[in-house]
């Protein structure tokens, strides 16, 4: 399984942006998806989850604000991020699990000025 994220860049506190990812190889084992975030030096933090029956979960840091969604017809999972505040600034991960193996993407960053 690969993974291509995109989105990301700079926005004003209070702004949005959404990510992007898509899943390529053997998607078909791919049980849930999601994304993490991480600031260099520091462990990278679950910030959102789906699962393929649709069922998410969120980081108690992001309720309210984030929205995760996956298009299983496309191999696809965004994140829309609303009201963003600066310390939502990291780097962005996508993520996918299959019973045996997990697998990220390239990190995209996110810039939340004040």
């Known amino acids: 399984v690969q993974l291509q994220a995109s989105g990301g860049g700079l926005v004003q506190a209070g702004g949005s942006l959404r990510l992007s990812c898509e899943a390529s190889?053997?998607?078909?084992?791919?049980?849930?998806m999601g994304w993490y975030r991480q600031v260099p030096g520091k462990q990278r933090e679950l910030i959102a989850t789906?699962?393929?029956?649709?069922?998410?979960d969120y980081t108690d840091s992001v309720k309210g604000r984030f929205t995760i969604s996956r298009d299983m017809t496309k191999d696809t999972v965004a994140l829309r991020m609303n009201s963003l505040k600066p310390e939502d600034s990291d780097v962005y991960y996508c993520?996918?699990?299959?019973?045996?193996?997990?697998?990220w993407g390239q990190g995209t960053q996110v810039t939340v000025s004040s």
């Open positions: 993520n996918a699990q299959t019973y045996q193996s997990t697998y």
């Open positions: 789906i699962t393929r029956a649709l069922v998410t």
């Open positions: 190889g053997y998607t078909v084992f791919i049980n849930s």
